[in-house]
């Protein structure tokens, strides 16, 4: 079966980098584009960008455009998602997602169970 | 760009029909055949209900129907059960620019 596995809370102080990793098994890795939407408490879901594990390519949305990274391991099926200078409102659950894709678009069939990152001094 | 449109809450009694409203433009649900609709229950990850407007993955109830009408998607459950209380979000591809983006959710009561 389909899982996604993310790492465990994180606290940061404000300026500093937190990278999530998120585990996947039970498909064929390389065949799906793994997002990453963040949760502010209270708040909705926000898109932040997607990696195409087969050749590694990105699309970030605008808003993170040169703060967030998303890398991936092959071998150990993982994707990974590193936010740098971090900010008070950055404080929110951040989930992978698979994307099935059609065509241009994706919708989310499997996630992560979410992890807390917390910006705080 | 800004957030699809969704009311903010919802309610109903169990075993009536409500249905959730998602309005966004005719860059992103105007479009594209490509909403999906998320429940997400408190704590939770969410979950796909709805993808391609109206289609269902394989274990969600047939309660749960979706369609779209020019810029406005709407997601519909029928026989509304008391499990169902919960946050829905729609989710739309916005052109290769934005990509995706989410309406800001809808709290749905079931008194």
């Known amino acids: 079966q389909v899982q996604l596995v993310q790492s465990g809370a994180e606290v940061k102080k404000p300026g500093a980098s937190v990278k999530v990793s998120c585990k996947a098994s039970?498909?064929?890795?390389?065949?799906?584009?793994m997002h990453w939407v963040r949760q502010a408490p209270g708040q909705g879901l926000e898109w932040m960008g997607r990696?195409?594990?087969?050749?590694?390519?990105?699309n970030y949305a605008q808003e993170f455009q040169g703060r967030v990274t998303m890398t991936r391991d092959t071998s150990i099926t993982t994707a990974y998602m590193e936010l740098s200078r971090l900010r008070s409102d950055d404080t929110a659950v951040y989930y992978c997602?698979?994307?099935?894709?059609?065509?241009?678009?994706?919708?989310?069939?499997?996630w992560g169970q979410g992890a807390l990152v917390t910006v705080s001094s | 760009q800004s957030a699809l449109t969704q009311p903010a809450s919802v309610s109903g009694s169990p075993g009536q029909s409500i249905t959730i409203s998602c309005t966004g433009t005719s860059s992103d649900v105007g479009s594209y055949n490509l909403v999906s609709w998320y429940q997400q229950h408190p704590g939770k990850a969410p979950k796909l209900m709805i993808y391609?407007?109206?289609k269902r993955p394989s274990g969600v109830s047939d309660r749960f129907s979706g369609s779209k009408s020019g810029n406005t998607a709407s997601l519909t459950i029928s026989g509304l059960q008391t499990e169902d209380e919960a946050d829905y979000y729609c989710c739309s591809y916005a052109g290769s620019s934005t990509f995706v983006i989410f309406g800001g959710g809808t709290k749905l009561t079931v008194l």
């Open positions: 391609e407007v109206s």
């Open positions: 039970g498909y064929t890795f390389s065949g799906y584009y």
């Open positions: 990696i195409n594990p087969n050749s590694g390519g990105t």
């Open positions: 997602a698979r994307g099935h894709c059609s065509g241009s678009g994706c919708h989310f069939d499997f």
